[in-house]
Nanobody, 116 residues
């Protein structure tokens, strides 16, 4: 069973930056597609960004120009660089993997809190 471990969350002032990491225990990592989702209190889980095994990337409109997703296949890691953070970015951020010949997998989440 593939495991995903997120890290890098924390508390940051509005306008600040954080970099989230998602490390996968997946020998076929280059073949996987990785997604970041987030869930704020009282709200449904929301897709934030994706990076396909081809390198194609996409973002939800609310984070375009502020968030950047990237991957380092040598380290089995995907990053989410978040800049100009806003109060509404506060949520638990989850990493999600598909493909690579493995079942879909979710990480345990990492908390991001943006304060004034």
């Amino acid at each position: 069973q593939v495991q995903l471990v997120e890290s890098g969350g924390g508390s940051v002032q509005a306008g600040g930056s954080l970099r989230l990491s998602c490390v996968a225990s997946e020998i076929h990592f280059p073949e996987t597609n990785i997604y970041w989702y987030r869930q704020a209190p009282g709200k449904e889980r929301e897709w934030v960004a994706l990076i396909m095994n081809s390198g194609f990337r996409n973002y939800v409109n609310s984070v375009k120009g502020r968030f950047t997703i990237s991957r380092d296949n040598a380290k089995n890691t995907v990053y989410l660089q978040m800049t100009n953070l806003k109060l509404e970015d506060t949520a638990v951020y989850y990493c999600h993997a598909t493909g690579g010949g493995e079942p879909e997998t979710w990480g345990q989440g990492t908390q991001v809190t943006v304060h004034t």
